[in-house]
């Protein structure tokens, strides 16, 4: 029989390498995952987790990552925001869906006019998008005291019909023969988010987020908002000792969070994604929750634990071509990553010790 | 009349601290036994280990002349052990007499069972209402109920922890009577107190418990007070000196201040008035749960109130949030240490930064700037004789004497005008209990108008200037603290005692 | 009798099978929670409840048996969730959204194979010779009676049991339950298992008797809209039947709308009972604290023994 025992104060060591040895049993449990479904565990986890960055079609897969790791990045540095207050969005998704919707209905607003404005109007226009959705549970939780996490999650699904309701009816491209989804904006010269280096996948979304990072930093570990944050997710009590306004910290929280989630989407919409269709959410904003605590809620982990996100996206995609691996293989595995994150976590708060006698 | 509890050599070690080391006392029969000792000097230790919460390294138990080893609450009470927490033990939202079916073996069906709790109230003087709902009750009933759910089980031995630091004297007195009878029906009490006038009254036998280890062995009745703190203590403990000054013009002013509950079961404050004038400390006693959290709250500002309902030097201030209020040089240091004076897992720089950003500069355009917060954890560590590792650490590394000192000393450094401070040495050992209402004392004396909300009378009779006790969401009239005798102070906190129980009655 | 060319019998009957997964969902995350703890992986539990029932049914070909293997599904997940928070004493929030992350990937992955394939249907007497009730009990099934009598043995566990009163005690002040000597773990650790299976149970009405077949992500929200419940509930179990009915009778009736050609748009009405849900949140936590509602005190905290 173990015991826990309380640490006097978190361990720094465990803080950073609890997210490694996660990652090390996930690959693990991951593997006799693949193998109970018939797949070789070591070349799966080659093909996921080595070949993207060093094998032969390294030279494609690498600026992917930039690309599907940028959102990421971008939504989980706003959630971590939130989650290091206690202000639970679990709602990405659905901002970032409202985000993809405004910002494509602006530019398409302005279809076919050729100007520099609609870029950024539109970027904007997706911001507010999802700025607005995360006010939502924001008003509903600081006036009447309404759980933020049911309500923010319970959006999504409205969102989704949303998107539903876009792509088939007030969104639909004219042109499009009666087929769902919107004009391909990443066409639309004017509104596309383009790749700013050639070749290096990185665009205005990835930018974005490589500006986010260290603002956050700042505002983290210099900024006296980002102290608020901080000591209101630690203990709400001595937040309101030290003159915190609840209220205004969680509308600050969620709007932040809403605001990046709705640009990751209309970044989406206007590169990668192109168009607005059903299923274009390809649930980033959940997985972006996975990203936001495997990288301890802490920007420069955040940004690390996005790429390797990205990677089991873009690996996945290798392993499901090449060795037919189900694409819901790498939706369980990152649900894992999860898991295990917060068993080893233990380790952070808590010394294990063999205990002197079984007692409950 | 042989032993009932004999307890021989026990030893119980914790990572970084022998809490009992080779401890051995016995309890009689019809006796009351005091177990005496300052905060950590390991008396909850031992009891738990009586009680079947702890198992101990060493040592062993004999209980009616056989070996005892409890392995859970539950085989203690199959043996005749009782035991009253020093925090209640109870449940909230559940009502009387589901409270007391937990804290049973076997219970009978509920409406057996709450004819059963009126009998023994009405036997034992403890006025109780079954079907109550027990977050409304008062501190004084909160206790009724921890002893009707011990005596119920007609216990052979029955522990105290603490009973009496949430009681109001006439409480107090009539505890005793309840403990004199069943002591005198042949229950062994063991009463674990460090509130040495009480135990003098009312025990037979006393052990002293220091650092984990037994002092001395002494019969109360003939020991005087002044050598059983020495024994506690370990040496004389320091006495606070004032220098004495003059008291000036009132300068923090409370005029009819109202203010909801802030919990479920807390306490509204009604129409308070009070003057702290420049040079004075303000002693706010009263029980527990009479609205101490309130008023503490309406003062730092962590609660709006009406703008007239508190005055700083003339100006309405009820409205201003906490760091305005600290703008203008009112300083306030909460009850709970971890979690409300400081973050627990934040280092020492983060919790002195917590209240000092604004009268120790610490900001620029936002930013903060942590090597000036750093300098200020750093002398408060230095100047208020806080024994930690160092300011990087994190508050809760600290021990309570510590990180009390460290809150106290945080808000003291920042030169307040005004200082309001609920109970300032709550569970702090002696000597930092003395250091602590030292820097209060000399605080006063430099012309700071001092409020302390206490529940421990000794502390407020010894450094107040004037006395208010709190009483249902009230305060009474302040009086000089001087000529003031305990009789007066337990009228003046009795209030609406009476009547509650009364109340409680004519169910 | 009809109205307006609705039997409402008829309707009344659909409004309780559509009911019937949210109410099974919520029944047992109320019992969670009344214990003190917070599992928000619901929806993990209900789907791979889902799918392990069709799975099991398909492959026995008994429905009875993919409904205890549901059950045992959404209980093993759910103890995964109880030994990460209650031993390893992670973060409760964190850890449940974990949960349905995975069951959500878990689920899509079992049913690789199942897509599309219909199970054997769930047998059930023809009742319509009875009298006037007839054509009310003729639309049920036996998940239907096993989630009302589910229902009932709550109420009155949690109402007269020692064990209720324990389990009560636990979720009201942790600490002072285990002062008195209760094992707090071993109790919260049985709360969170009845929990999952109840909610695999409700997957599995879903996968076997309403639609029935596998399709991905098919409780679409049912977890979330069921923990909502509970709390629209204020915690007591008859407020766990009225909020699923109140949703059951929202879904009746954007369907019926959806299928009587009405103009509103099909995603507006599909969108309505989540916006619904919303709003009785809303109206439940106005202005009222959290004890005042009826939440358990320990709601969510960790409880670690330290000394």
């Given at each position: 029989m173990?015991a ?7 361990s720094?060591f ?10 090390a ?5 991951g593997?006799a ?9 070591t070349?799966a986890?080659r093909?996921?987790f ?6 032969p079609?390294a030279?494609?897969d690498?600026p992917q ?7 990421l990045?971008?939504?989980a540095?706003g959630?971590?925001?939130?989650f290091r207050?206690?202000v ?6 659905g901002q ?6 405004c910002?494509?209905a602006v530019?398409?607003?302005f279809?076919?006019?050729d100007s ?6 539109s970027?904007?226009a ?6 607005a959705?995360a ?7 600081t006036?009447?005291n309404?759980n933020e996490?049911?309500?923010?999650l319970?959006l999504?699904?409205?969102?989704e019909?949303?998107?539903?309701s876009a ?5 639909r491209?004219?042109d499009?023969a009666?087929?769902p989804g919107s004009r391909n ?8 988010n383009?790749e ?7 665009h205005w979304g990835v930018?974005a987020?490589?500006?986010?990072v260290?603002?956050a930093?700042?505002l983290?570990t210099r ?10 997710g630690?203990s ?9 306004d609840p209220?205004r910290?969680t509308?600050?929280?969620l709007?932040?969070?809403g605001a990046?989630?709705g640009?990751?989407g209309?970044?989406e919409v206007?590169g ?7 299923d274009f959410?390809?649930g980033?904003g959940?997985?972006a929750?996975i990203?936001?605590?495997l990288g301890?809620?802490?920007p ?6 996005g ?6 996206y873009?690996g996945?995609e290798a ?7 189900p ?16 068993g080893v976590d233990v380790?952070t ?6 205990a002197r006698?079984?007692?409950? | 009349?042989?032993d009932?509890?004999?307890?021989d050599g ?7 601290v022998?809490?009992?080391d080779?401890?051995s006392l016995?309890?009689a029969p019809g006796?009351i ?5 300052e905060?950590?000097?390991?008396k ?9 919460l702890?198992?101990?390294d060493?040592?062993?138990?004999f209980?009616r002349g056989r070996?005892y ?15 009253v927490?020093?925090?209640?033990s109870?449940f909230?939202?559940l009502?009387v007499?589901e ?6 073996e076997?219970?009978?069906p509920?409406s057996h069972?709450a004819r059963?709790i ?8 403890l006025?109780l ?5 027990v977050g409304g009750?008062s501190?004084g ?15 052979d031995l029955l ?10 004297p006439r ?5 005793f ?12 009490i063991l ?8 135990i003098?009254?009312l025990?037979?036998g006393?052990t002293?418990?220091?650092r984990g280890?037994?002092v001395?062995?002494r ?5 005087t007070e002044?050598?059983l703190?020495?024994l506690?203590v ?6 606070p000196?004032r220098a004495?000054?003059a008291?000036g013009a009132a300068?923090?002013?409370i005029?009819?201040l ?5 919990s479920?079961?807390g306490?509204a404050?009604k129409?308070i008035r ?5 040079g ?9 749960g009479?609205?101490?959290?309130e008023f503490f709250?309406?003062l ?8 007239a309902a ?10 201003l949030g906490?760091?305005?209020r ?9 009850e709970?240490?971890l979690g ?10 983060e ?5 000092g950003?604004?009268?120790e500069n610490l900001?620029r355009?936002?930013?903060?700037d942590?090597?000036?917060?750093r300098s200020f954890?750093d002398r408060?560590i230095?100047?208020?004789?806080v024994?930690?590792?160092g ?10 004497g510590?990180l009390?000192?460290f809150?106290i000393g945080r808000?003291?450094?920042?030169r307040?005008?005004?200082?309001v401070a609920n109970?300032?040495t709550w ?7 003395a250091a602590?209402?030292q820097a209060?004392l000399d605080?006063?004396?430099r ?7 206490s529940?421990?009378?000794?502390e407020l009779?010894?450094?107040?200037t ?5 009483n ?5 009239e302040a ?5 003031l005798?305990m009789?007066r102070?337990?009228?003046m906190?009795?209030?609406s005692?009476?009547?509650e129980?009364?109340?409680a009655?004519?169910? | 009798m009809?109205?307006?060319g609705i039997?409402?019998?008829?309707l009344l009957a659909?409004?309780m099978?559509a009911?019937?997964?949210i109410?099974l969902a919520?029944?047992?995350?109320l019992?969670?929670?009344r214990?003190g703890?917070l599992n928000l992986g619901?929806e993990g539990?209900m789907?791979?409840?889902?799918i392990s029932?069709l799975a099991?049914?398909?492959e026995t070909g008994s ?6 293997a549901?059950?045992l599904a959404?209980a093993a997940?759910a103890?995964?969730?109880g ?7 992670s973060?409760q929030?964190a850890?449940?959204?974990a949960?349905t ?5 878990l689920?899509a992955?079992?049913?690789?194979g199942y897509i599309?394939v219909?199970?054997?249907p769930?047998p059930w007497p ?5 009298p006037v009730l007839?054509?009310?009990l003729?639309?049920f099934d036996?998940?239907?009676l096993?989630?009302l009598a589910?229902?009932a ?8 049991g020692r064990a ?10 942790h ?6 000597g209760?094992?707090v773990v071993p ?9 999952g299976a109840c909610a695999g149970?409700?997957?599995a009405?879903?996968?076997l008797v309403?639609?029935?077949?596998w399709?991905e992500g098919?409780t679409?929200?049912?977890?979330w809209?069921a923990l909502?419940i509970v709390?629209?509930a204020?915690?007591?179990?008859w407020?766990?039947l009225?909020?699923?009915y109140l949703?059951g009778g ?8 959806q299928?009587?050609g009405?103009?509103?748009?099909v ?6 009972p ?7 949140l809303?109206?439940?936590s106005a202005?009222?604290?959290?004890t005042?509602?009826g939440a358990?005190?320990?709601?969510g905290?960790?409880f670690?023994a330290s000394?």
């Amino acid at each position: 029989m173990i015991a826990l025992e309380k640490r006097p104060e978190p361990s720094s060591f465990w803080r950073w390498v609890a997210p490694i040895v996660a990652v090390a049993l996930t690959m693990a449990a991951g593997g006799a995952m693949f193998a109970i479904l018939g797949k070789d565990p070591t070349e799966a986890i080659r093909t996921i987790f080595w070949d993207p960055l060093f094998g032969p079609f390294a030279a494609h897969d690498r600026p992917q990552l930039l690309v599907k790791g940028g959102p990421l990045i971008l939504i989980a540095i706003g959630l971590s925001l939130g989650f290091r207050a206690g202000v639970w969005n679990i709602g990405a998704e659905g901002q970032y869906i409202l985000g993809a919707i405004c910002g494509a209905a602006v530019a398409l607003a302005f279809y076919p006019l050729d100007s520099w404005v609609v870029f950024p109007l539109s970027a904007l226009a997706g911001g507010l998008g999802g700025w607005a959705w995360a006010m939502i549970p924001a008003i509903l939780r600081t006036k009447f005291n309404t759980n933020e996490i049911l309500v923010s999650l319970l959006l999504v699904y409205a969102a989704e019909q949303l998107l539903a309701s876009a792509s088939l009816g007030f969104l639909r491209n004219p042109d499009g023969a009666g087929f769902p989804g919107s004009r391909n904006l990443s066409r639309y010269d004017a509104a596309a988010n383009r790749e700013i280096l050639e070749g290096s996948g990185i665009h205005w979304g990835v930018s974005a987020a490589f500006l986010a990072v260290p603002a956050a930093h700042a505002l983290m570990t210099r900024h006296r908002v980002g102290f608020h944050i901080r000591v209101s997710g630690e203990s709400p009590r001595a937040a309101r000792f030290a003159g915190v306004d609840p209220n205004r910290l969680t509308i600050f929280c969620l709007g932040v969070s809403g605001a990046l989630a709705g640009l990751a989407g209309f970044f989406e919409v206007a590169g990668p994604a192109g168009q607005i269709s059903i299923d274009f959410n390809a649930g980033y904003g959940f997985t972006a929750i996975i990203v936001a605590f495997l990288g301890r809620l802490n920007p420069v982990g955040i940004t690390l634990a996005g790429l390797l996100l990205a990677l089991t996206y873009i690996g996945g995609e290798a392993a499901q071509a090449t060795m037919g691996l189900p694409a819901a293989a790498i939706q369980a595995f990152q649900g894992m990553l999860l898991f295990f994150l917060l068993g080893v976590d233990v380790l952070t708060k808590y010394r294990i010790r063999p205990a002197r006698r079984a007692r409950a | 009349m042989s032993d009932l509890l004999v307890i021989d050599g026990l030893t119980k070690a914790y990572p970084g601290v022998v809490a009992n080391d080779g401890v051995s006392l016995a309890v009689a029969p019809g006796r009351i036994h005091a177990l005496l000792g300052e905060n950590g000097a390991g008396k909850s230790t031992l009891v738990k280990i009586i009680y079947g919460l702890a198992a101990p390294d060493a040592g062993r138990m004999f209980m009616r002349g056989r070996e005892y080893s409890p392995a859970s609450p539950s085989d203690a009470r199959r043996s005749g052990v009782a035991m009253v927490f020093q925090h209640f033990s109870l449940f909230d939202a559940l009502t009387v007499a589901e409270n007391v079916a937990l804290g049973m073996e076997d219970p009978p069906p509920m409406s057996h069972l709450a004819r059963r709790i009126r009998g023994l109230s009405e036997a034992y003087g403890l006025p109780l209402d079954p079907g109550r709902v027990v977050g409304g009750l008062s501190a004084g009933e909160r206790q009724r109920v921890e002893i009707a759910r011990c005596l119920i089980q007609d216990p052979d031995l029955l522990i105290m922890d603490e009973p009496t630091s949430v009681l109001t004297p006439r409480e107090a007195e009539s505890l005793f009577s309840t403990l004199r009878k069943l002591s005198s029906e042949g229950a062994a009490i063991l009463y674990i107190s460090h509130k040495l006038g009480e135990i003098r009254a009312l025990c037979d036998g006393a052990t002293v418990l220091r650092r984990g280890k037994v002092v001395a062995s002494r019969d109360p009745k003939t020991t005087t007070e002044a050598e059983l703190a020495a024994l506690m203590v370990g040496g004389e403990p320091p006495r606070p000196g004032r220098a004495g000054r003059a008291v000036g013009a009132a300068r923090l002013v409370i005029d009819g201040l109202a203010a909801k509950p802030l919990s479920p079961f807390g306490t509204a404050l009604k129409d308070i008035r009070a003057e702290v004038r420049a040079g004075e400390i303000l002693g706010v006693g009263g029980v527990a749960g009479n609205g101490q959290d309130e008023f503490f709250a309406a003062l730092s500002g962590e609660t709006a109130s009406d703008p007239a309902a508190i005055r700083f030097d003339g100006a309405p201030i009820g409205r201003l949030g906490p760091n305005a209020r600290r703008g203008l040089g009112i300083l306030c240091a909460p009850e709970e240490r971890l979690g409300h004076a400081a973050a627990p897992d934040m280092s020492l720089v983060e919790n002195a930064a917590l209240t000092g950003m604004r009268r120790e500069n610490l900001t620029r355009r936002g930013f903060i700037d942590w090597r000036r917060a750093r300098s200020f954890s750093d002398r408060i560590i230095e100047r208020f004789d806080v024994r930690a590792q160092g300011s990087s650490h994190a508050a809760r590394s600290l021990s309570g004497g510590n990180l009390q000192k460290f809150v106290i000393g945080r808000e003291i450094l920042q030169r307040p005008e005004a200082l309001v401070a609920n109970q300032p040495t709550w569970g702090v050992d002696a000597a930092a209990a003395a250091a602590i209402r030292q820097a209060i004392l000399d605080l006063a004396d430099r012309g700071a108008a001092i409020l302390v909300i206490s529940q421990d009378l000794d502390e407020l009779l010894e450094i107040s200037t004037r006395f208010a006790a709190l009483n249902g969401g009230r305060l009474g009239e302040a009086r000089a603290v001087e000529g003031l005798t305990m009789e007066r102070i337990g009228l003046m906190m009795g209030g609406s005692r009476e009547t509650e129980a009364e109340r409680a009655d004519s169910r | 009798m009809t109205f307006a060319g609705i039997d409402p019998l008829i309707l009344l009957a659909s409004l309780m099978v559509a009911s019937t997964p949210i109410l099974l969902a919520a029944l047992g995350e109320l019992v969670v929670e009344r214990s003190g703890v917070l599992n928000l992986g619901v929806e993990g539990m209900m789907i791979v409840g889902a799918i392990s029932g069709l799975a099991t049914a398909v492959e026995t070909g008994s429905p009875w048996l993919g409904l205890g293997a549901a059950a045992l599904a959404g209980a093993a997940l759910a103890l995964v969730f109880g030994f990460l928070t209650q031993t390893l004493l992670s973060n409760q929030v964190a850890t449940g959204l974990a949960l349905t992350l995975f069951g959500l990937g878990l689920a899509a992955l079992m049913g690789q194979g199942y897509i599309g394939v219909k199970p054997p249907p769930l047998p059930w007497p023809d009742l319509s010779g009875i009298p006037v009730l007839g054509r009310l009990l003729d639309q049920f099934d036996a998940v239907v009676l096993i989630s009302l009598a589910l229902l009932a043995a709550v109420a009155v566990f949690l109402k007269r049991g020692r064990a209720g009163l324990v389990l009560r005690a636990v979720g009201e002040n942790h600490d002072a339950a285990h002062g008195l000597g209760y094992r707090v773990v071993p109790i919260r650790m049985a709360a969170i298992a009845f929990g999952g299976a109840c909610a695999g149970l409700g997957g599995a009405h879903l996968s076997l008797v309403r639609v029935p077949q596998w399709t991905e992500g098919m409780t679409a929200g049912a977890g979330w809209i069921a923990l909502a419940i509970v709390v629209f509930a204020g915690w007591r179990p008859w407020g766990v039947l009225l909020g699923a009915y109140l949703f059951g009778g929202t879904t009746v009736l954007q369907l019926n709308l959806q299928a009587a050609g009405v103009a509103i748009p099909v995603e507006y009405l599909s969108m309505s009972p989540y916006l619904i849900t919303i709003l009785v949140l809303v109206i439940m936590s106005a202005g009222r604290g959290r004890t005042a509602i009826g939440a358990p005190a320990s709601l969510g905290r960790i409880f670690h023994a330290s000394r």
